[in-house]
Nanobody, 119 residues
Framework: QVQLVESGGGLVQPGGSLRLSCAAS????????VGWFRQAPGKEREFVVA????????NYPDSVKGRFTISRDNAKNTVYLQMNSLKPEDTAVYYC????????????WGQGTQVSVSS
């Protein structure tokens, strides 16, 4: 089993920045890719971006391209999501999830961290 714990969420003004962390524990060697998802109130969960153990990164959706950056520290078993120039529409619960094989399902999920962008 793998446990994922997100942190770093909070309330920020438009234009501000946050860095989310996703710390993994347990059988972390089985996890190849870690992805970030978000779910806004009343909306479906949205895939944001993922990073493989090799460092390869998926494409960012246009909604966050140029503002969000994913990275990982394999030694710390932690994946980060740097979010800059935040907008009110970025308000959501952000989840990280672990995938053990390419094109497979995300099998492991964190509990989520709330990001609120408001003046």
């Amino acid at each position: 089993q793998v446990q994922l714990v997100e942190s770093g969420g909070g309330l920020v003004q438009p234009g501000g920045s946050l860095r989310l962390s996703c710390a993994a524990s347990g059988r972390t060697s089985t996890v190849d890719a870690v992805g970030w998802f978000r779910q806004a109130p009343g909306k479906e969960r949205e895939f944001v971006v993922a990073i493989r153990r090799s460092g390869a990164v998926t494409n960012y959706p246009d909604s966050v391209k140029g503002r969000f950056t994913i990275s990982r520290d394999n030694a710390k078993n932690t994946v980060y999501l740097q979010m800059n120039s935040l907008k009110p529409e970025d308000t959501a619960v952000y989840y990280c999830a672990g995938q053990t094989r390419e094109y497979g399902p995300y099998e492991y999920w964190g509990q989520g961290t709330q990001v609120s962008v408001s003046s």
